[in-house]
């Protein structure tokens, strides 16, 4: 069974540049949840998808972030335009709603983003 | 809101060398809790986890319980390999009531503890 897995592995752009990062959940996993780790601090939650749908973006830091996932499978974070202070390395996690209980989440690679 | 404090690294070690890392959290109602470990250019791993008061989690020979009393879930490794050099982060989650079943919700960490083990 394929891994999460998350596009690109390393991006860097410069301030005011728009990137587009790319997760895709292990197959039939229902919660998709996004999370940020800024410059060895803590992992940071950003949002949680169920399906297609927005479960709880508190996370989110500002309307610079926008996160989609059309059709309950793959999800996009964009960020527009990046600043300095988005540089960091961005995980993934999928973990599945039916079936037993208190599910795993499973965690992608994560996209190391540096903003120049 | 939820927090996890975390032992502040890095913490080096000899093989065979006992390890604790400590972690305390505070949070209101009843957490999971977890140990995840990030392996050199991999992403995280669940290595343990506990879903009430006095649960021990274990897996690879480390352990960790689950003080209410204390607010805290260290981790211990009673043997350390050179294998065992990575980041280790303690989070916990509240539990969610979903459509179609439960699970966890959004993971809080603390800040990571390197670990490297030297032979």
């Known amino acids: 069974e394929a891994g999460v897995t998350q596009f690109p592995s390393h991006s860097v752009i410069e301030k005011g540049q728009t990137v587009t990062l790319r997760c895709d959940p292990i197959s039939g996993h229902d919660n998709l949840y996004w999370y940020r780790r800024v410059m060895g601090k803590e992992i940071k939650f950003l949002l949680h998808f169920v399906k297609e749908s927005k479960q709880d973006e508190s996370g989110m830091p500002n309307n610079r972030f926008l996160a989609e996932r059309t059709g309950g499978t793959y999800s996009t974070l964009k960020v527009q335009p990046a600043e300095l202070e988005d540089s960091g390395v961005y995980f993934c996690?999928?973990?599945?709603?039916?079936?037993?209980?208190?599910?795993?989440?499973?965690f992608g690679p994560g996209t190391r983003l540096t903003v120049l | 809101g939820n927090s996890v404090t975390q032992m502040e690294g890095p913490v080096t070690l000899s093989e065979e060398a006992f390890l604790t890392i400590n972690c305390t959290y505070t949070a209101t109602g009843y957490p999971s809790l977890f140990w995840y470990v990030q392996y050199p250019g991999e992403g995280l791993q669940l290595l343990l986890k506990?879903?009430?008061?006095?649960d021990k989690g274990s897996n690879k020979g480390f352990e960790a319980t689950y003080r209410k009393e204390t607010t805290s879930f260290h981790l211990e490794k009673g043997s350390v390999q050179v294998s065992d050099s990575a980041v280790y982060f303690c989070?916990?989650?509240?539990?969610?009531?979903?459509?179609?079943?439960?699970?966890?919700?959004?993971?809080?960490f603390g800040q990571g503890t390197i670990l490297t083990v030297h032979p």
């Open positions: 989070a916990l989650s509240d539990n969610l009531r979903v459509a179609g079943g439960t699970s966890y919700g959004k993971l809080t």
């Open positions: 506990a879903t009430k008061a006095d």
């Open positions: 996690a999928s973990s599945p709603i039916a079936g037993s209980a208190y599910n795993e989440q499973f």
